[in-house]
């Protein structure tokens, strides 16, 4: 159900892409734990429009600079955003519209080279231009010079810090960290910045016309790519054939597998944050491997 009148939403629609739009249908589309979505049909063709309470306007916004970003340095498919708008107490996001098709062993192996060609985006430092988003909460992307200095001060202690306050992590936890902070340096290998995806699970990829890969729902940043591929991982796991051929093109360390629970820590916090506290088994079995 649309949260505001159609043609409230047709005028919107027609300001925004500078065209005459007659709306046709809304089909909702489920599965969304932040914002509500659904592909609407127009005269103009079909597009994919998000929405949220006014105040999710930044949220959007960061996510349009995030898929231009991603659009300008991929050959993943990125829908094209087409702006954001607000009506009455509702922000919404409008984007380019991808049927979904089932996935196939081609699609993952398109997957894998795109994501390790996306991956081959560097810059400088580790961090981003602009702070952004992840799921609802704030993204912090100062720039680094290490990318372990970076996952501390930019992931992990805003999230526990968050957490803490929360009443969900407490002070034995956090000497738990610090003592994991210290061993940081010489766990986690260096490696230049990548540009990531940056919250790349089954739920924001999918399959679509002719087995092509696309990517949504972005949280960009230059990190390490370890990150991006531990984060995979997170919820079962993608396709081998997409590991092999990332592998492939890109490869990675043989090792990097047994750094995969380092690197989870921040989604893991990220979703104790926003989900609660059955995150914090995984979060503990974690710091007692490593301390």
């Known amino acids: 159900m649309l949260p505001v009148a159609t043609d409230q939403l047709e005028r919107a629609l027609a300001e925004l892409l500078d065209t005459d739009i007659l709306l046709h249908s809304h089909q909702p589309v489920g599965g969304g734990c932040i914002h509500h979505g659904g592909v609407i049909k127009t005269n103009r063709g079909a597009f ?31 829908p094209t955003p087409y702006g954001t708008f607000t009506l009455d107490r509702y922000a919404f996001l409008l984007l380019e519209y991808f049927p979904h098709q089932p996935a196939t062993a081609l699609y993952w192996e398109r997957f894998g080279i795109g994501l390790a060609e996306l991956h081959r985006n560097s810059a400088d430092r ?28 930019e992931r992990l202690l805003p999230q526990i810090q968050r957490a803490q306050q929360q009443q969900r992590l407490t002070a034995s936890h956090q000497r738990q960290f610090d003592h994991l902070f210290a061993q940081l340096p010489h766990l986690l290998p260096e490696e230049p910045p990548a540009l990531l995806h940056g919250d790349l699970w089954s739920g924001n990829c999918f399959a679509t016309t002719n087995e092509e890969a696309v990517i949504v729902d972005p949280a960009v940043y230059y990190g390490h790519r370890e990150a991006e591929l531990a984060f995979t991982l997170l919820f079962g796991g993608f396709h081998d054939r997409f590991y092999q051929s990332y592998h492939s093109h890109f490869p990675l360390l043989p090792d990097w597998r047994q750094r995969v629970d380092l ?12 989900f609660g506290s059955s995150y914090l088994p995984d979060i503990e079995r974690i710091l007692r491997r490593y301390t």
Do not use: C
Request: proline share 4%; glycine share 4%.
């Open 126 to 153: 580790y961090g981003f231009a602009e702070d952004n988003f992840i799921g609802s909460l704030p993204q912090s992307n100062r720039w680094h010079a290490t990318f372990v200095d970076f996952f501390i001060h």
């Open 263 to 274: 690197y989870n820590l921040y989604p893991l916090l990220v979703h104790l944050n926003l």
């Open 48 to 78: 994919f429009l998000k929405w949220n309470t006014a105040d999710a306007s930044p949220m959007f916004e960061a996510e349009q600079k995030g898929l231009q970003t991603l659009r300008h340095r991929s050959s993943l498919l990125v």
